[in-house]
């Protein structure tokens, strides 16, 4: 089972409640592609601190939103994918220390 973790080359923030995440690359924010996050895609980032498995995902927003377990899952899906193509969140066993 796969396991995700947040990428070691963005920064995030949350600004007025608002989660803001912005690239870095060769050392530098990549300013020109900020990511702002809704309240279910922040809960997910904040999920990702440390590594866990979708399913793990779906429990902790099943705890704190109002939804069917599969609607969940499926947005959580949607976003690790998204947020996978976008360098944004990694396979916590494809990364290295």
């Not at 796969?2 to 995030?12: A, D, G, L």
Request: glycine share 6%; no cysteine.
């Amino acid at each position: 089972m796969s396991r995700f973790i947040r990428s070691n080359s963005v920064v995030s923030r949350v600004i007025a409640g608002e989660t803001l995440i912005v690239p870095v690359r060769r050392g530098v924010g990549d300013l020109a592609s900020i990511y702002s996050l809704n309240p279910v895609a922040s809960a997910i980032w904040q999920a990702l601190a440390a590594p866990r498995s979708t399913d793990e995902v779906v429990r902790v927003l099943a705890d704190e939103f109002e939804a069917e377990a599969a609607k969940i899952a499926v947005d959580v899906q949607l976003f690790l994918a998204e947020m996978q193509s976008a360098g944004l969140v990694n396979d916590a066993g494809a990364v290295t220390p």
